[in-house]
């Protein structure tokens, strides 16, 4: 199966400092990424989805210039939290869709971002 | 506002019972239906996915989709203390593919 690599895995760091999270597709190219963010006990939201080449789209209530989206090649896709505050405290989850699936989405393992 | 909605539990079942997981969704456009497990701290792992009105077994799992009444479930048999987690229902964003909305989850305990 379709295999996406996410890291790191978990990151503490001080409020206003940037942080940046990779997301690859081992195994196949992905023209289309997508960022998800997991409160506690909440469910996942979508924040972004991401297109190889041309500019995120972002979902309502998220600020572009906070968390930017580059995905430069096929394979990778970067979200950058800017200038992080302890409520960006969050899971963060990448995605993206095998082409050879139907809509089947793999998840990355996830960003445990905790901001002090 | 689109949403899917599920009951957050915790549902608890015995070792070798019948668990079963439901969920409504708003949007009447929706095509694509999935059911997602997560454990804590973990990203979600594709359970079951579902696509026309029925059932669709695979293994311990059936899932069930009803369109005229936007209702999804997914039964788990002969459920087993690993099935707990919390599973997540997903509907497609009206044809948007990999685009989807998630309910907020329902935590599954199976007592051994």
């Known amino acids: 199966g379709a295999v996406v690599s996410q890291h790191p895995s978990w990151v503490i760091c001080k409020s206003g400092t940037s942080v940046k999270i990779e997301c690859r597709s081992l195994?196949?190219?992905?023209?289309?990424m997508f960022w998800y963010r997991q409160f506690p006990k909440q469910s996942l939201m979508l924040m972004a989805t991401?297109?190889?080449?041309?500019?995120?789209?972002?979902e309502q209530g998220v600020e572009k210039d906070k968390f930017l989206i580059n995905h430069a090649s096929l394979t990778l896709s970067t979200l950058t939290v800017t200038s992080a505050h302890p409520e960006d405290s969050s899971f963060y989850i990448c995605?993206?869709?095998?082409?050879?699936?139907?809509?089947?989405?793999?998840f990355g393992s996830g960003t445990q971002l905790s901001v002090l | 506002q689109k949403e899917v909605e599920q009951n957050s539990g915790p549902l608890s079942v015995p070792e070798g019972a019948i668990a079963s997981l439901n969920c409504t969704y708003s949007?009447?456009?929706?095509?694509?239906f999935f059911w997602y497990r997560q454990y804590s701290g973990k990203s979600p792992e594709l359970i079951m996915s579902?696509?026309?009105?029925g059932d669709k077994e695979d293994g311990r799992f059936t899932a069930q989709l009803n369109k005229a009444s936007q209702y999804v479930s997914l039964l788990i048999r002969d459920s087993q203390p690993s099935d707990s987690a919390t599973y997540l229902c997903?509907?497609?964003?009206?044809?948007?593919?990999?685009?989807?909305?998630f309910g907020k989850g329902t935590k599954l305990s199976v007592k051994p």
């Open positions: 995605s993206a869709t095998n082409p050879r699936g139907r809509e089947k989405l793999f």
């Open positions: 195994d196949f190219q992905a023209t289309t």
């Open positions: 991401s297109n190889e080449g041309s500019k995120a789209t972002y």
């Open positions: 949007d009447r456009g929706s095509q694509s």
């Open positions: 579902i696509y026309s009105n």
């Open positions: 997903a509907v497609n964003r009206g044809g948007s593919q990999g685009n989807l909305i």
